[in-house]
């Protein structure tokens, strides 16, 4: 995942600022999930689980990276497909239901884990952080292939003004 953000930073960086932010917040959101995953480089003790702390700033970037998708990046590539041609539309049409299906599981773990408190019942927590990985994964991908389209059509304009 996080050769794929590295790959689309320099595919698409510099293109417009909101998606060099966006690009960036993704790569934040990835090193996070990596630490609570204790994926390499940054592997936990043993079964130990993460603090608590530590899955509500998950949670919180989680949600800006969501947030930032929908109501920035998401508005600039509807913009964008307006000029584009029927093939790029259609790829827009197939894919952003399934990036909403992805904004819902990770609704929903923000849900679950976001306000815990130190009381709080982990056990399903690595289970269901392995599903919420697997939804971002499936989501860049997604992301990316939209990003490819509108390049490809030189519709992703270089716009550091915003």
Known sequence: MLERNEQAKQ?????????????????????????LAGLPPY???????????????FCGMLMDYISAGHF???????????????STRDIANELFPLISDTTEIALDFNDRY??????SDLKNFDRELSSLGEALELR?????????????????????QS
């Open 140 to 160: 860049m991908e997604f992301e990316d292939r939209l990003l490819a389209a509108l390049d490809q059509h030189e519709l992703l304009l270089v716009d550091n």
């Open 72 to 86: 920035e990046i998401y508005d600039h590539i509807i913009e964008s497909t307006d000029k584009a041609p029927q």
């Open 11 to 35: 595919r698409w960086g510099g293109a417009h600022k909101s998606i060099d932010t966006w690009l960036h917040a993704r790569q934040d959101l990835l090193i996070e999930y990596f630490k």
């Open 114 to 119: 976001s306000e815990r408190d130190e009381r």
């Open 43 to 57: 592997e936990r003790e043993s079964q130990a689980l993460p603090a608590l702390a530590d899955v509500r700033n």
